[in-house]
């Protein structure tokens, strides 16, 4: 094999991608450090998120009155549940280097069970490198601390169960994703297709009546009176 054909195999033989994607995260990880070590954190909305689930855990439970310095709470229970985890590990929210830590482990999660999809359904290897090599991903993890890092971890963790034929997991890892923020309702034509095809339209029904009870269950603990539940942004969207 000439170095053509040898270069051929390897950027499209699926069972170089083990290796190849192994090389690609350490890359990646030293990549991230550099990013958080170097780059300048970016405020956008992580003080926001900070002030609105201070009032939060103080007891405030009326969207309208849940501001920040940006504006309103527009987002899912979800999100404030793991921002005030955010808030408490970060000391309030004040430590933006911890928070920035974590969310590269996030983003390194994320692209671990990316790359397992990947490699599940026989992606060329060439593919691979592309995931490695997006600015606005190490952007919106590292440098943002945006909530789409979040709902992308629970996308794909569910894309991951799914490829696995676990129904019951797959749709609740994407509802709690839905439950971070509500663009992931656009994936609910392929959810529900790729239920129905695999466990028939009862069991399928049956899943989505437990993804709504998910959503259900975080509003309800969220939400204090029906004036709220009705003005709220996460009915709106």
Not at 85 to 107: E, H, K, N, T
Request: with cysteine.
């Amino acid at each position: 094999m000439n170095i053509y054909e040898r270069a051929i195999d390897v950027t499209t033989n699926p069972n170089h991608s083990k290796w190849i994607s192994s090389l690609l995260l350490i890359a990646d990880i030293f990549l991230c450090a550099l990013v958080v070590w170097k780059v300048p954190y970016t405020e956008i909305d992580w003080t926001t998120y900070m002030q609105q689930v201070s009032l939060f855990l103080s007891g405030e439970r009326d969207y309208a009155l849940i501001k920040g310095s940006t504006g309103p709470l527009v987002y899912p229970a979800g999100h404030v549940y793991v921002y005030s985890a955010l808030y408490y590990i970060c000391d309030g929210g004040r430590d933006i280097f911890f928070a920035q830590v974590l969310f590269s482990i996030l983003y390194l999660a994320t692209l671990v069970i990316v790359m397992w999809s990947y490699r599940f359904v026989k992606a060329p290897p060439y593919l691979f490198p592309l995931l490695v090599l997006s600015k606005r991903l190490h952007s919106v993890f590292l440098l943002r601390l945006f909530n789409d890092g979040i709902a992308t971890f629970f996308l794909w963790a569910g894309i991951f169960a799914l490829q696995r034929r676990r129904w019951s997991a797959g749709v609740i890892l994407w509802s709690m994703g839905v439950g971070v923020k509500m663009t992931l309702l656009l994936v609910a034509p392929a959810v529900t297709v790729i239920a129905v095809l695999g466990v028939g339209i009862l069991r399928a029904a049956g899943l989505g009546a437990t993804a709504l009870w998910l959503q259900v269950r975080f509003l309800n603990l969220q939400l204090g009176d029906r004036k709220a539940l009705e003005d709220s942004a996460y009915m709106r969207l």
